[in-house]
Structure formats: structure tokens, C-alpha cells
């Protein structure tokens, strides 16, 4: 089955960066698209980023724009999310998800996911 490994996470001060990398098994996941999730505590898990299955179309939740990079490196089998200028607002549980079928290009919510992993803390300090 489809297992999704992420890893990274950690405490941060404001305006400091993190990269937290997500390890995929069980499935083609050169074929996949592939995203970023975040819960934080008392909040619905909200869309942070995605990547389509080729690489070449990215997308952006518009509270992290401009400061967070997802990437994947598909002969490792890997994804990952570059966090820059972090706030405070952004801690939260990170999950890495899989799209729910192949050759798709973007995911838009949880409803696009076939996949999650079981989850990263991220925290930022003020």
C-alpha cells in the first residue's frame, strides 16, 4: 500500500526556515501529484502546496505564496517543502499527500487526496 514518511519538522523563530521532506513507497510516484496539508490545533487541515505528477506546474495557498517552494525529486521518490520567513501563524501539523489518481496536474483540497502521511509538527516561536 501506499505509505507517505514525512520528516523535517522541528521549533523555528520567526522569520527562520525549515524544509520538511515527505519519502513515498508503494505507489509510481512519478506519475503522482503530490502536496503539502497543515492542521493547525482547533482548524480545519487546510491546502498549503502542490506539485503536478511532471514537475512543471506548481500551486500556492495564498497565505504562503512567495515564501514556501515545494519541490520533488522522483528518482529518490521524494517531495519536499522549502518554508521560508515563517511566522508564528504557521505552525501547525504538516502532512504530505498523494493525489488520489495518476497524470493529475494540481490538488485544490482533501478531497484530491488518495494518500496522507501521518504528519510533521512544525512551530514557530514569536
Known amino acids: 500500500q501506499v505509505q507517505l514518511v514525512e520528516s523535517g519538522g522541528g521549533l523555528v523563530q520567526a522569520g527562520g526556515s525549515l524544509r520538511v521532506s515527505c519519502a513515498a513507497s508503494g505507489l509510481i510516484f512519478s506519475a503522482y501529484v503530490m502536496g503539502w496539508f497543515r492542521q493547525a490545533p482547533g482548524k480545519e487541515r487546510e491546502f498549503v502546496a502542490s506539485?503536478?505528477?511532471?514537475?512543471?506546474?506548481?500551486s500556492y495557498a495564498d497565505s504562503v505564496k512567495g515564501r514556501f517552494t515545494i519541490s520533488r525529486e522522483d528518482a529518490k521518490r521524494m517531495v519536499y517543502l522549502q518554508m521560508n520567513s515563517l511566522k508564528p501563524e504557521d505552525t501547525a501539523v504538516y502532512y504530505c499527500a498523494a493525489g488520489r489518481r495518476p497524470h493529475i496536474a494540481t490538488i485544490r483540497g482533501p478531497s484530491d487526496v488518495g494518500s496522507w502521511g501521518q504528519g510533521t509538527q512544525v512551530t514557530v516561536s514569536s
Open positions: 506539485i503536478s505528477w511532471n514537475g512543471d506546474r506548481t
